[in-house]
């Protein structure tokens, strides 16, 4: 019996034990956005649907992430609401449930896309390819206002 074993045995496990860390992630990463600090996780206030489209100059950006942040002053129950950017460039966002909405007011948008890239024979996220000011809510200047009901979005266009 031969002691050695090839290449492709040992990026097996090690695929699926990065699969099995970045699904982890993940899902702590969702918790904390959905409740980590900010109210009640059992008093959900009122939602309305919110629907949009992101571009980057033509571009529009599949696979981005965007994250409304309340602005500062928010009632702090109101909760983040976030969304992936299909391939037409839409998005709707999610607070409670998948698609369900935002909360009424006002948020600071931040929106961050992260390629697959392959390392070591994984794919993982590699580093965000979108201007470093729309990752963060301090220095993001993307601004929407939800109101009650159906809420379809001015395209938000970074530059």
């Not at 460039?89 to 998948?98: A, K, Q």
């Given at each position: 019996m031969s002691m050695s074993r090839s290449r492709a045995d040992d990026r097996q496990p090690r695929s699926k034990l990065a699969a099995r860390f970045r699904l982890g992630l993940s899902l702590l990463a969702l918790g904390c956005l959905t409740g980590c600090g900010q109210g009640s996780?059992?008093?959900r206030l009122p939602v309305h649907p919110v629907n949009g489209v992101v571009k980057f100059g033509n571009e529009k950006l599949d696979g981005a992430f965007v994250v409304f942040h309340p602005a500062p002053g928010s009632d702090p129950r109101v909760l983040p609401a976030r969304g992936s950017v299909g391939?037409?460039?839409?998005?709707?966002?999610?607070?409670?449930?998948?698609?369900?909405?935002?909360?009424?007011?006002?948020y600071i948008v931040t929106v961050v896309r992260t390629p697959l890239v392959e390392r070591d024979g994984d794919q993982i996220a590699g580093p965000n390819v979108l201007p470093e000011k729309y990752s963060k809510a301090e220095s993001s200047d993307l601004k929407v206002r939800v109101q009650a009901g159906p809420n379809q979005l001015e395209p938000l266009t970074l530059r």
């Open positions: 996780s059992l008093e391939t037409d460039g839409s998005f709707t966002v999610t607070t409670y449930e998948s698609s369900d909405g935002a909360v009424e007011g006002e």
